[in-house]
């Protein structure tokens, strides 16, 4: 039962009931990404203020629960956050995703994320997990161009 | 091969041993994603490894002993096959390396300037037709051949039932049409399409036609002579057969008109420095070493499936599809994508559950229960938008599976359901 470790509580939280979903206006940049592999899809805006404040992250998307809830969290996590710290979660994120579950998570980084640590033991999952943080981080590159 | 016993689907799981082993953590395995790879039994890996161990050789060009007993191996799997499929010729039967490259090697015979044979001429304004229930194999060569030649590509429709729609068929397969190409039996919906009604379309326009039979010929006789198409393509893997190894029958005629695919070893009869001469078929589409224990395997797969009887096959995979229709529409929530009845249509189901996206159905199933199925768009990602769904979760049955594990399979879906409801 080692997927049933993967559906945290906390996943399945966020999957059933997602924080900030729905595109907002205003944004500065919008991307969509999707993994062909298994057709999950994320829309995402992302509005930034002065100091390099993320105002807000707002997303559309389909997918199973872990591409859903990861989206879900990461809307949490960055919204009121600034570019550089979000990016340094991001990077942390990633980092315990291509793991191979071999990774130990920094919890004071990832906070809410570190639920998905499991999920780096399923190689097939991964890229469910990542898709929406490799989303934000391709649209905050294009909100600073 | 002598005549069939009667059908024991316990005896025969006895014959593929991956059946028997137990999955990390305990689970039995409850194989049924068959429509995906078949599983093989204990005739095919033994004659694969018979075959390495004792007579392996180059086939075709060695004149050794051991290159004696392969070549007639590897020719001797080819006669199988065409008895298998009711070829006219063991010489239209073509040995390629799944059915995907089957479908590539007749699309790269059209539209090519070394082609000079009027029916495999195609450009501007001409049209080749598909339909919408095709798995990517039998999308993407005509995509690529439109995109050379400035064809027009076209399909027929799917129904809400999941039945191919040629209402419109006079107005789609017309005098501009080149060949029409179509699966025979569904990777998704399961449906069997009947292909008598567009061939006679097909002949009335004087264009070609050919059948996808990938997930037809490993569950039902299928008769090539008897279909009267021009082309059918096939793999083995789906058939209890290896991987590695695929086949494209074809009318003789057409394929000694049809220039070679790839070129290389073995497909030559003389080359110059400038210029080369070909072989006669079927060689002159299997330029290379080819996959020789492969073929070998599949040969043996053939022995395996008559002696069972593909009569038998069908029936036994007929009571399991009634059976899980019937079950799986108890389950709340559970729409099937596909046919609801057994009428014209094969053992794979594919379904979606209200609310539960199909990876975290796969996942599930496969953790807790050990059961074995796939989910995604199964490479028809045009048929799932049609239904305008992202992906479906798909049971596919064959000859070695039970009731049980159909009951297994309900079970865990109820579980699924207290996961994620």
Known sequence: ?145 | MTSAAPFDVERIRKDFPILSRELPGGRPLVYLDSGNSSQKPTLVIETMREHLAQHYGNVGRALHALGSESTEAYEGARDKIAAFIGAPSRDEVIFTKNASESINLVAYAFGNPINTDERFKVGPGDEIVISEMEHHSNIVPWQLLAQRTGATLRWFPVTDEGRLDIEGLNELVTERTKIVSIVHQSNVLGTVNSESPILARVREVGALMMLDASQSVPHQAVDVAELGVDFVAFTGHKMVGPSGIGVLWGRRELLDAMPPFLGGGEMIEAVWMDHSTYAPVPHKFEAGTPPIVEAVGLGAAVDYLTSVGMEEIKQHEKELTGYALDALQEVNGLRIIGPRTVVARGGTVSFTMEGIHPHDVGQILDDVYGIAVRVGHHCARPLHLRFGIPATTRASFYLYNTTAEIDALVRGLHHVQKVFG
């Open chain 1, 1 to 145: 039962m080692i997927a049933e470790s993967m559906y945290q509580e906390l996943i399945l939280e966020h999957y059933k009931h997602p924080q900030g979903r729905g595109l907002r206006e205003p944004y500065d940049a919008e991307v969509h990404h999707v993994n062909p592999t298994c057709g999950d899809e994320v829309t995402m805006r992302v509005k930034l203020g002065d100091g390099g404040k993320v105002l807000d992250v707002s997303y559309d998307g389909q997918g199973c629960s872990i591409s859903q809830a990861a989206a879900s969290v990461l809307h949490e996590l960055a919204t009121g956050s600034t570019v550089h710290e979000s990016l340094s979660v991001v990077d942390e994120f990633t980092r315990l995703m291509q793991g191979r579950g071999q990774v130990e998570a920094d919890e004071d980084v990832l906070g809410d994320a570190v639920a998905f640590a499991g999920v780096a033991k399923f190689p097939a999952r991964v890229k469910c997990a990542l898709l929406a943080w490799m989303a934000y981080k391709d649209a905050l590159v294009r909100s600073q161009a």
